[in-house]
């Protein structure tokens, strides 16, 4: 593992929620996507050298939708590095973490991603990000 790559936050409304940060932070829109496969739209923030994930459901049925619904937008996740994704996972269901993907899926930015159940690490979800490699 590499170090943090970003917090996600979870909200109700996307413009809403970048006007906000942008206004409050002064943070740059670095990127925005709509993940389909998880009925996600996304956008990046960049505050100096940190990096925000802002996470808004497509629809009442997608799973960022039903977060915000049942604790209210806030907190979604911590996103930790990786060289190796798929290795990350395997050495942390080793020492014993209850993983919710076995296997990196695709997530935004062209990364491969997998969770870890909230239940491993206090109660906080965590994504291990794997970026693309270059060249």
């Known amino acids: 593992m590499q170090g943090l790559d970003h917090i996600a936050v979870a909200v109700p409304d996307m413009e809403q929620a970048i006007a906000d ?4 932070t ?3 829109l670095t990127h925005r996507e709509h993940v389909a496969s ?3 739209h996304v956008a990046f ?3 100096g050298d940190f990096r925000i994930e802002l ?3 497509d629809s009442p049925d997608a799973n960022v939708s039903k977060f915000v619904e049942k604790r209210g937008p806030g907190l979604h996740h ?3 590095k990786s060289l190796d994704g798929q290795q990350t996972l395997t050495e942390l269901a ?3 973490a209850k993983l919710i993907n076995e296997t990196l ?3 935004a930015e062209n990364t491969l991603v997998g969770f870890v159940h909230p239940s491993s690490f206090g109660g906080v979800l965590v994504e291990v990000v794997e970026h693309p490699k270059h060249g």
């Open 26 to 28: 002064g943070a740059k």
């Open 21 to 24: 940060w942008q206004r409050l």
């Open 38 to 40: 998880q009925h996600t």
């Open 94 to 96: 080793q020492a014993g």
């Open 55 to 57: 996470l808004a459901g």
């Open 78 to 80: 911590l996103a930790i």
């Open 45 to 47: 923030l960049q505050i």
């Open 105 to 107: 899926r695709p997530g």
